[in-house]
């Protein structure tokens, strides 16, 4: 069973400070996904890393995948209180070329930008 | 464009009712399907798949049910709830046959009683 390791677990921060969160694996990812959850909502997807050592940038955020495909962050630059909510990184283990495979979801960040 | 519905919202549910919750998508054809549970706002938990109609793949034992009798339409059912079956319950579709991308539902939220 492969895992997704994510952290921090909880991230509490000034409005204008930066953060990052990491997603780590032992195994190597065929793609993975970063999402944002506000309390009561469905997860939505921010963006999909695909190659090793790609860097993608939405706005203020600040995604990058490890060069073996094992790991990913997701930094956010001079963070508002509307970056509040839960960050949650998935990674498709492609193992054997299966035809369809499935997520495997880290446990998520709880981040809290205060005014 | 795609658009994915869940209903109801919300339920409140005694132990031992039955329990019937529906997803549907609009705007897209033959996509996968897929059904999760979230506990306290973490991370997801994979209860079924389906890349097909009639075609449902377990991920957990429980006593919950999936069936996929349309296309675009995806059931969870139970016979008898458990409190333990009390979570935030997430429908979500992909037209990647590898399963990643995948967009979501607003959720339910169900509470056993």
């Known amino acids: 069973t492969q895992l997704l390791e994510q952290s921090p677990q909880f991230l509490s921060i000034q409005e204008g400070e930066n953060l990052t969160v990491y997603c780590n694996s032992s195994s190597v990812f065929s793609s993975l996904q970063w999402y944002r959850q506000e309390p009561g909502e469905g997860p939505v997807l921010l963006v999909t890393?695909?190659?090793?050592?790609e860097v993608k940038k939405l706005k203020r955020l600040t995604f990058q995948f490890g060069d073996a495909r094992k790991d990913s962050s997701l930094h956010i630059t001079a963070a508002q209180p509307g970056d509040t909510g839960l960050y949650l990184c998935a990674g498709l283990f492609n193992a054997g070329g299966t035809s369809y495979g499935k997520l495997t979801f880290g446990q998520g960040t709880i981040l809290t930008v205060h005014p | 464009s795609q658009t994915i519905h869940q209903w109801p919202a919300t339920l409140v549910q005694p132990v031992g009712s039955p329990l019937s919750l529906e997803c549907t998508v609009e705007?897209?054809?033959?996509?996968?399907l897929y059904w999760y549970r979230q506990a306290a706002g973490r991370g997801l938990q994979l209860l079924f798949y389906?890349?097909?109609?009639?075609?449902i793949s377990s991920e957990v034992p429980q006593n919950l049910s999936a069936s996929r009798p349309q296309d675009r339409q995806f059931i969870l059912s139970s016979k008898k709830l458990l409190l333990s079956d009390s979570g935030f319950y997430l429908c979500?579709?992909?037209?990647?046959?590898?399963?990643?991308?995948?967009?979501f539902g607003p959720g339910t939220r169900l509470t056993v009683t």
């Open positions: 979500a579709w992909t037209r990647r046959p590898r399963g990643d991308e995948q967009y």
């Open positions: 890393v695909v190659t090793g050592g």
């Open positions: 705007g897209t054809s033959n996509p996968n």
């Open positions: 389906s890349v097909g109609i009639g075609q």
